[in-house]
Nanobody, 121 residues
Framework: QVQLVESGGGLVQAGDSLRLSCAASGRIFDINSMAWYRQAIGKQRELVANMTRRETVVNLDSVEGRFTISGDFLKKMVYLQMNNLKPEDTGVYYC???????????????WGQGTQVTVSS
């Protein structure tokens, strides 16, 4: 079994910072990529940032310059540093890893349960 657990969410004021963490555990043979998504109430889940061993990419224009993704493939950890938070950043943040689970024959996407981020104005 593979499990992803996010932490670090909370209620903050506009302008504050948060650092989200996501830890993967279980029978993992390899991780190809790691990513953060978010979903606001009534909206579709959207890709915030993703990374491979070669590059990191911030995919959402609205967070460019404020959010940074980082991670450690050996430690099976991914982080999202969020600075200068705005009310529109409110939502549930999910980590996703494209992993090869031991005992299987291919990479697959695995998701965490999500962590709530609420930014008050």
């Amino acid at each position: 079994q593979v499990q992803l657990v996010e932490s670090g969410g909370g209620l903050v004021q506009a302008g504050d910072s948060l650092r989200l963490s996501c830890a993967a555990s279980g029978r993992i043979f390899d991780i190809n990529s790691m990513a953060w998504y978010r979903q606001a109430i009534g909206k579709q889940r959207e890709l915030v940032a993703n990374m491979t061993r070669r590059e990191t990419v911030v995919n959402l224009d609205s967070v460019e310059g404020r959010f940074t993704i980082s991670g450690d493939f050996l430690k099976k950890m991914v982080y999202l540093q969020m600075n200068n938070l705005k009310p529109e950043d409110t939502g549930v943040y999910y980590c996703k890893m494209d992993m090869w689970q031991r005992g299987t024959t291919a990479y697959a996407d695995y998701w965490g349960q999500g962590t709530q981020v609420t930014v008050s104005s």
